[in-house]
């Protein structure tokens, strides 16, 4: 009877030291993220219909073309740069490649940093810059496009800062990095100038991941 007891106790105690563990493992999400934008109720098919990314269209630094099916069913941090800043670019991205360095061999996970400069900002530019950050090119997209479509994602579907003048004026230099899950939706913003905001990031990311990895078990359930 008393070895039973032992072992209930001990039982007990250990709980919540595995629980604790797997915690800090991102194996369990203690609390969801939230999902950032508008969001709208649809009748059609009785749910809460949440901002989404929406299609787009850019080049990469190996002249390939980067668009929606390159992270469709992806976990992505998205950020704008330019290869020729001298001062908030160069401390931003060595932020990402932190962040990048942890999950480079991750299959469900990319990075894309659109340029804000594609007049300056070649495809060899590109390339060059992402050789320096050691930015596999199927992992970690430095992509260029035209300067109406690259304003319009930062503004419309990174919810990054608005464009109060005209295009050609226009200048976005933003130093946050922008979480988004795999069904396209925003789950967090994040400085990219603030090391601390990057092990949140690397935090944030496992519990999407878990999220990932629970849809697709669901998934495969549904199709059982």
């Keep these: 009877m ?41 009748s ?19 002249g390939l073309v980067i668009n929606q099916d390159s992270l469709r069913g992806k976990i992505y941090v998205a950020n704008f740069f330019f290869t020729t800043c001298p001062d908030i670019c160069p401390s931003m991205m060595k932020n990402v490649q932190f962040v990048y360095n942890k999950y480079n061999e991750a299959p469900d996970i990319r990075f894309i940093s659109h340029t804000v400069d594609p007049k300056q900002d070649s495809v060899a530019a590109l390339k060059k810059y992402a050789d320096n950050l050691g930015a596999q090119s199927n992992r970690w997209y430095l992509v260029t496009g035209s300067k109406a479509a690259l304003y319009f994602a930062a503004e419309h579907d990174y919810l990054l800062a608005a464009v109060e003048t005209s295009l050609e004026d226009a200048f976005i230099h933003s130093e946050k990095l922008v979480l988004i899950d795999h069904k396209g939706h925003i789950r967090g913003f994040y400085n990219g100038l603030e090391f601390r905001e990057m092990r949140k990031l690397v935090d944030d990311i496992k519990a999407l991941v878990v999220e990932l990895q ?4 669901s998934s495969g359930k549904q199709i059982q």
């Design 2 to 42: 008393k070895k039973y007891a032992f072992l209930l106790v001990f039982a007990l105690l250990l709980i919540p030291i595995l629980w604790i563990a797997l915690l800090k493992q991102g194996q369990i999400v203690s609390q969801q993220l939230p999902v950032y934008g508008e969001r709208s109720y649809s």
């Design 44 to 62: 059609e098919i009785g749910d809460t219909v949440y901002h989404t990314i929406s299609d787009f269209s850019f080049v990469n630094q190996d």
């Design 214 to 217: 629970h849809d697709k078990a």
